[in-house]
């Protein structure tokens, strides 16, 4: 893999070619090996003790400071671009969001956190929450920002310090960003599989946050349970999209569908990557759908203005997308190019938008997760038959469901196994900072944004005086069951 160390869990540097422009170097980070590991652990541990002391609103203050650093960023870097191929109006969308997302924390936390007490004829409760201490955020490269933000702005307010292990894919632009924290608070070591493992096993560590794929999730996870430290696993989709029959194909929804698609040539936990559609509708959502991509997809650098989509991240990601498509033009599936090309297809890792049609279900485009610029268009007959459909398989992250009848997609939406579901839209369009995100089934465990994130990062811890032994209580039997 491109911008793997050479010698892994060792020390060594990480290269990082631009996926649009092959052989042209982005930047170069230190691969740090078990000792580094170490240390950052270690000092993030000894910062923690004077951090969790600060009161809740001083730690908020330091994530406001970190949103306007992030926010000035937008307009004007070009490293995520850069190193990950995602168009830079994407990623300066990224970096805002992220901004936005810390000022979110820092406004909700400090009472979303703070101590509930209760006093009355039961007794005297205080519910504490506790920081875990270090937590550690392995995190993958399609939004390199966003996703460690999600993890270091709610793990900063419950007290806790953290050391970033970002994919060696897109190590530049988050390092950067999390410059903007208060030296020792966030850490960051970059490296592959082996320091991410070192990393999720640490005894030094007590919360593990982990976004990525299934494979790696498990590995991670083996490694935490290890050494008994709780982990957070956000993991693959691959999200159904159902077209019931009365949905609205205006042009803007169609251009809606299609992006949630193949934003980030299709490389995103929470795409549409299976679009189902009554098969009395087929043919017009079929042509509508490829009007729409004519006017919304170019395929091109991402520094180039008007580009929607850029290049796949690696050579090996080119070559599995192609293989799917390949195999499903192998099933009798009819392949149809979409939108515009205005990349020099042999410059970087580019694979041409496409939508795939008369495939059977167990076809790998359809059956497992594409994380490409391709998708199926599936025709079904009735809704029961699309709801089994659509929940076929081990994932369950995002859904969505498309009607003009919102009070009708929302009864439909409680049939989904997904953790979000969307209605008439899908992907980033259709998130919201209060929203909690996350899987069901095998795409993970625990939830970003939302109050539920906040809640990831401190346990709660009682402290407890019943009534019955208060002063003038009416006392106890040693060894009774309190009633
Ligand atoms: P990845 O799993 O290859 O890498 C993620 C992180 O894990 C990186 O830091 C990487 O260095 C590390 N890693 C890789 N292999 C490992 C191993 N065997 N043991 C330990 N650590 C390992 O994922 P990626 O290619 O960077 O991202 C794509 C995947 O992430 C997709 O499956 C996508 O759906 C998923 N994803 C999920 C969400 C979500 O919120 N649920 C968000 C974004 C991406």
Redesign the pocket.
Known sequence: MPGEPAAPGGPGVIVRENPARLGEVVGRVPAAGPAQVDRAVRDAESAQRAWRELPAEERAEILRKAADTVDAMAGTDVLMARETGKPLADCAGELRFAAAYLRWVAEKAPAALADRETDDDAGRLVLRRRPYGVVAA??????PVI?ALLKVGPALAAGNTVVV?????APLAVTRVLEAFRPGLVRVVH???AT??HLAGHPGVHRVA????????R??GAAAAEAVTPVLL????NDPVVLLDDADLTSAAMERLVMASFATAG????AAKRLYAPRSRLAEVHEAYVAAAERVLVLGDPLDAGTTVGPV?SAEAAERVRALIADAAGRGGTVTALGAVRADMERGHFVRPALVTDVPDDAPVVAG?Q?GPVVPLLAYDDEDEVAVRANAGDLG?GASVWSADEERAFAFARRFDAGFTFVNTHNRTGMALRAP???VKR??HGR?YGVEGLLEYAQTCAVHAPAAFRAGGAGMGAGAYPT
């Open positions: 392995i995190t993958p490269w399609n939004a996703l292990k970002p994919s060696p894919l490296g592959g599989a991410a493992r982990f976004t990525g794929g299934s494979a790696a999730g590995a991670i956000e993991l693959g989709g490389q995103v936990c929470m991240i997760e994380f992250l995100f996350g899987g795409s993970g970003e």
